[in-house]
């Protein structure tokens, strides 16, 4: 019997095949081929070639790879469907099947980004990964965050807002005293937490524990005067070997909040999470992300942030000074991390860069209340100083959430008003759907009156 071309091992399967016994991740890939000197492209063959790469086989088959452990352990094709493509070339977005039985004893991010992110990238002339699907029998193996947004809320106190977060700049440089004294005054304005910044590192003049125990001492006496809490992220990204002992220390030391770059990987991350004596916050700075975004759609990112346990991460936004998303796969972003996701709680979205009061009220429209605004120097360049920088964001959410346009309400408001002045006022721009235009439009239309 001559062999089949496309194994059915892997490709007689759908969705309606493997959903109820829950032993799969699933990817959706875009994947677009280019073959300039031929007119015939077997684009099953290449779907093939790199679902096998994903999980069994090599280029060269081994008596070993036998039907049955294909059948067991090697990738399945669930769904091929072809978008319109110039002739000469393929495009199609499909879902690959992955099964859980290759981690049976050993479920660990590594090796499961392996799987799902790997050598298949080097096989169509374009490929980028969509989405996830995670089985709860594969998430039940993740704690996830320890706060989340309902923890977070719970711990501040906080319950019918977005937070405000600012973050210490210069990136680098200064003392711990002056560390200290800025986040005291953003802290007396109403930020809800102070951050490091990603590129805040450990110089002769600024010791890490040091840093800690005058930004806490800072932020107690803010309380003291205020009757509000502020949380510090204090950045903790290290070498893998350091991060975790460097993140207990901080915490037996009060820490109240930690800050974990991605480039320490989402594997730290989950150790962090899922350790008891690890007892503040986890928020994860996606700098290093970004260096994936060709090839991996931000809501996939953030939903294996969300896996390990990140309480809350920084986000794409149209709004932004660092623009990397569209917008709707911003919004995506957010509404991934908030999604019901079987034990796993929801986490903040923190679009940023660049972000000031005038950016409030579109930002708050797409996102809802459970999200951070942060920002750096829209906030410490406040013309009035470093406290009116806060205050202007507490006063541009609250007319935000009364439907107030920042416009009049920065009126009888100084901080809000210079604010304004200073950085501009954003406005969402509109698309009339459903209708021929505008002018058809019964809100939009001319009234003939």
Not at 18 to 26: A, F, Q, R, T
Not at 354 to 369: C, D, F, K, Q, T
């Amino acid at each position: 019997m001559s062999k089949q071309l496309y194994d059915p091992n892997m490709f007689n399967y759908m969705w309606e095949s493997i959903v109820p016994d829950e032993d799969y991740i699933v990817g959706t890939y875009y994947i677009e081929d280019v073959v300039e000197d031929g007119d015939f492209i077997d684009h099953l063959e290449q779907v093939q070639r790199l679902a096998l790469e994903g999980s069994t086989a090599s280029w060269m088959e081994v008596s070993e790879e036998t039907p049955e452990l294909r059948q067991r352990l090697a990738s399945k094709v669930l769904g091929y469907y072809e978008v319109p493509a110039p002739r000469g070339s393929k495009r199609a977005v499909i879902q690959l099947g992955f099964p859980t039985a290759a981690w049976d004893v050993n479920t660990n991010v590594p090796m499961l980004l392996l799987s799902i992110a790997g050598n298949c990238f080097a096989f169509p002339t374009n490929m980028r990964l969509l989405d996830i699907f995670i089985p709860e029998k594969l998430a039940k193996k993740f704690k996830g965050p320890k706060f989340g947004v309902p923890g977070l809320r719970d711990h501040l106190g906080v319950y019918d807002r977005p937070l405000i977060l600012q973050i210490i700049k210069p990136k680098m440089g200064m003392t711990p005293e002056e560390t200290a004294n800025q986040v005291y005054q953003s802290a007396l304005g109403g930020a809800d937490l102070v951050k490091d910044d990603e590129m805040t590192s450990e110089l002769d003049i600024c010791p890490f524990d040091a840093r800690l125990e005058a930004v806490l001492k800072a932020l107690e006496k803010a309380e003291r005067e205020t009757g509000r809490k502020t949380l510090y992220m204090i950045s903790i990204t290290d070498e893998v070997d350091k991060i975790q002992e460097k993140a207990r220390r901080a915490c037996a030391n009060g820490a109240t909040g930690l800050l974990l770059a991605y480039s320490a990987g989402p594997s730290m991350l989950r150790v962090l999470a899922e350790d008891d004596q690890i007892t503040a916050p986890i928020l994860l700075h996606v700098s290093h992300m970004l260096a994936l975004l060709p090839t991996i759609n931000f809501p996939v990112l953030a939903k294996i942030c969300r896996l390990c346990g990140a309480d809350m991460m920084l986000t794409p936004s149209i709004w932004s000074s660092i623009p990397v998303a569209s917008l709707e796969e911003a919004l995506r972003t957010t509404q991934t991390m908030l999604a019901p996701f079987y034990h796993i709680k929801p986490i903040w979205t923190m679009p940023g860069a660049g972000i000031h009061p005038g950016s409030v009220e579109p930002m708050l429209a797409e996102n809802g209340n459970d999200m951070i605004f942060m920002a750096g120097g829209g906030m410490l360049g406040h013309p009035m100083g470093y406290t009116a920088g806060a205050r202007a964001f507490h006063q541009a959410i609250a007319a935000a959430q009364a439907g107030i346009p920042l416009n009049i309400a920065a009126q009888d408001q100084p901080e809000l008003r210079a604010a304004l002045e200073t950085w501009g006022y954003r406005k969402r721009p509109h698309t009339r759907w459903g209708y021929y235009n505008m002018d058809f439009h019964p809100k939009f239309g001319p009234k003939n009156i």
